[in-house]
């Protein structure tokens, strides 16, 4: 208890300290409180020196260096969290490193803070607990969140990311319909945005329970501008493949062939779209997609393969950092540029680096302590999201090397399975036509005196509406591949 740590060293330990912020001496005032805190003779009165440490530093304009101290306050004194846990995190967040304060709150127990610091400092811990796998402590967390808080549309909204994430999209779906119900009702700044992942991960929890049809939905009600909405236009394209829709798949796939997102990493969009001509008895245009794909990815594998061997998560960062000309590919990191989690990284280590500038100026104790932690914390942040942007590298490297070893069996696959079709039509008595029934029709339209328009990226050269993606099976009736 302060009270009992007051008794022990003087009925205001800190009194010279706080004389100095009172005053505006923030230097003087952190050397102080630098000096207590350090002192290991008086071991109680770490908490409350690092607090006013903190103090100095928000004093000086220097938030950053301020938020490590505070972190440092409710480590080692966990019911500093009260005192600055609230301002700590406002000032974290505006960093772009919430896991700066949220790290140093594992394990502490937040029912005496405030409700409503509690519930937003909850929310960070949950977060934070997510993003390290730790689902059961996120959860824990979750219900501290306060049912009448601004945070809880958000906390529901974790909570059915991390039941997914133990397997249970079932029990995922409830919490994450809490969510949208509230989130419609939001009319904060923040609302379009959560609705977006809300939305997003609507669609994941029903594609991972089997319902395709409302993942459909779900995944096209994203709005267009979402930096998740070319991975959701996949995602929605395997799950009209799953309801034997290829039709379907192919004009969410459409998307990435235009001139947005045609230099993108989309390797797998590639494959579902050589599946779906497959499904539809387009064997001819299946065959040439699948040459196609070796020509397209034969050499961007090769390099990446070399890429990713030569790598580090240092390395990654750095050519996350540089948008561009780095060892890794482009298109690749592209999937990170404009991120949240990307730009919270950047701008964190954008702050770290001017905050180090300015206190080299000082060589007073608390200047070179602050500096070390800052130079500590940067390096972390390079550090997790570099391992994050390399992992899915070394993922995307084995999917695509992978598929290009299994490109011949899938051209067997497409000639085997046409000579059976063949051969069952010839039994039958059904005689296929093997080709693009759609194209030929199409050029009949234009014999006949049809107008049509060029299409360019994602509207017509005339811009008229919105296009239409007609594209119907080849296989006689009766005879479908599934």
């Not at 009260?82 to 960093?95: E, I, Y």
């Not at 219900?143 to 809880?152: A, L, R, T």
């Not at 249970?168 to 379009?192: C, F, I, Q, S, Y």
């Given at each position: 208890?302060?009270?009992?740590?007051?008794?022990a060293?003087?009925?205001?330990p800190?009194?010279?300290?706080?004389?100095?912020?009172?005053?505006?001496?923030?230097?003087?005032a952190?050397?102080?409180?630098?000096?207590?805190?350090?002192?290991?003779?008086?071991?109680?009165?770490?908490?409350?020196?690092?607090?006013?440490?903190?103090?100095?530093?928000d004093?000086?304009?220097?938030?950053y260096?301020?938020?490590?101290?505070?972190?440092?306050?409710?480590a080692?004194?966990?019911?500093?969290?009260?005192?600055?846990?609230?301002?700590?995190?406002?000032?974290?967040?505006?960093?772009?490193?919430?896991?700066a304060?949220?790290?140093?709150l594992?394990?502490?127990?937040?029912?005496?803070?405030e409700?409503?610091?509690?519930?937003?400092?909850?929310l960070?811990?949950?977060?934070e607990?997510?993003?390290?796998?730790?689902?059961g402590a996120?959860?824990?967390?979750?219900?501290?969140?306060?049912?009448?808080?601004?945070?809880?549309p958000?906390?529901?909204?974790?909570?059915?990311?991390?039941?997914?994430?133990?397997?249970?999209?079932?029990?995922?779906?409830?919490?994450?319909?809490?969510?949208?119900?509230?989130?419609?009702?939001?009319?904060?700044?923040?609302?379009?945005?959560?609705?977006?992942?809300?939305?997003?991960?609507?669609?994941?929890?029903?594609?991972?329970?089997?319902?395709?049809?409302?993942?459909?939905?779900?995944?096209?009600?994203?709005?267009?501008?979402?930096?998740?909405?070319?991975?959701?236009?996949?995602?929605?394209?395997?799950?009209?493949?799953?309801?034997?829709?290829?039709?379907?798949?192919?004009?969410a796939?459409?998307?990435?062939?235009?001139?947005?997102?045609?230099?993108?990493?989309?390797p797998?969009?590639?494959l579902?779209?050589i599946?779906?001509?497959?499904?539809?008895?387009?064997?001819?245009?299946?065959?040439?997609?699948?040459?196609?794909?070796?020509a397209?990815?034969?050499?961007?594998?090769?390099?990446?393969?070399?890429?990713?061997?030569?790598s580090?998560?240092?390395?990654a960062?750095?050519?996350?950092?540089?948008?561009?000309?780095?060892?890794?590919?482009d298109?690749?990191?592209?999937r990170?540029?404009?991120?949240?989690?990307?730009?919270?990284?950047l701008?964190?280590?954008?702050?770290?680096?001017?905050?180090?500038?300015?206190l080299?100026?000082?060589s007073?104790?608390?200047?070179s302590?602050?500096?070390?932690?800052l130079?500590?914390?940067r390096d972390?942040v390079?550090?997790?999201?570099?391992?994050?942007?390399?992992?899915?590298?070394?993922?995307?490297?084995?999917?695509?090397?992978?598929?290009l070893?299994?490109?011949?069996?899938?051209?067997?696959?497409?000639?085997?399975?046409?000579?059976r079709?063949?051969?069952?039509?010839?039994?039958t008595g059904?005689?296929?036509?093997?080709?693009?029934?759609?194209?030929?029709?199409?050029?009949?339209?234009?014999?006949?005196?049809?107008?049509?328009?060029?299409y360019?990226?994602?509207?017509w050269?005339?811009e008229?509406?919105?296009?239409?993606?007609?594209?119907?099976?080849?296989?006689?009736?009766?005879?479908r591949?599934?």
């Amino acid at each position: 208890m302060i009270v009992l740590v007051a008794a022990a060293y003087g009925a205001e330990p800190y009194a010279e300290v706080d004389a100095a912020l009172a005053s505006k001496d923030f230097p003087g005032a952190a050397d102080k409180a630098l000096a207590i805190a350090e002192d290991t003779a008086k071991p109680g009165l770490a908490g409350g020196a690092y607090a006013r440490i903190g103090d100095a530093f928000d004093g000086q304009k220097q938030p950053y260096a301020a938020v490590l101290a505070w972190a440092r306050a409710i480590a080692a004194e966990p019911k500093q969290a009260d005192r600055v846990g609230g301002l700590a995190l406002l000032r974290a967040q505006a960093l772009g490193d919430e896991a700066a304060i949220a790290a140093a709150l594992v394990g502490v127990d937040l029912t005496a803070v405030e409700p409503g610091v509690r519930s937003r400092l909850a929310l960070a811990c949950a977060r934070e607990r997510a993003r390290a796998g730790e689902w059961g402590a996120a959860l824990e967390r979750i219900d501290q969140i306060d049912k009448k808080s601004h945070e809880f549309p958000s906390g529901q909204l974790i909570k059915g990311i991390v039941l997914a994430n133990q397997g249970r999209p079932g029990d995922a779906l409830a919490p994450l319909l809490t969510a949208e119900a509230l989130v419609k009702a939001d009319v904060n700044d923040d609302a379009a945005r959560l609705q977006d992942l809300v939305e997003l991960n609507l669609a994941r929890a029903y594609y991972a329970s089997g319902n395709d049809a409302k993942a459909i939905y779900y995944d096209a009600k994203v709005e267009r501008m979402a930096p998740e909405w070319p991975e959701v236009q996949l995602e929605r394209a395997w799950a009209h493949f799953r309801i034997d829709d290829p039709a379907g798949s192919l004009a969410a796939l459409q998307n990435h062939e235009t001139g947005f997102l045609a230099d993108g990493w989309w390797p797998e969009a590639d494959l579902l779209r050589i599946y779906d001509l497959f499904v539809m008895c387009k064997f001819t245009t299946a065959d040439e997609r699948l040459e196609a794909f070796k020509a397209q990815w034969t050499t961007p594998s090769q390099d990446l393969t070399s890429a990713v061997a030569a790598s580090t998560a240092a390395s990654a960062w750095t050519d996350l950092a540089k948008h561009g000309g780095g060892t890794l590919p482009d298109p690749l990191l592209s999937r990170f540029w404009g991120t949240e989690g990307t730009e919270d990284a950047l701008r964190a280590v954008a702050k770290a680096d001017a905050e180090i500038a300015a206190l080299s100026a000082s060589s007073s104790p608390s200047s070179s302590r602050a500096t070390a932690w800052l130079q500590a914390r940067r390096d972390a942040v390079q550090a997790t999201e570099g391992a994050r942007v390399l992992a899915y590298a070394q993922s995307q490297e084995k999917f695509v090397r992978d598929a290009l070893v299994n490109a011949e069996i899938t051209k067997l696959d497409i000639l085997q399975f046409q000579t059976r079709l063949l051969e069952r039509a010839a039994a039958t008595g059904l005689a296929p036509t093997l080709g693009d029934g759609v194209g030929d029709l199409r050029k009949e339209r234009e014999k006949r005196g049809f107008r049509t328009w060029a299409y360019e990226g994602e509207s017509w050269a005339d811009e008229l509406g919105y296009y239409a993606y007609d594209v119907r099976p080849d296989c006689p009736e009766g005879l479908r591949v599934r």
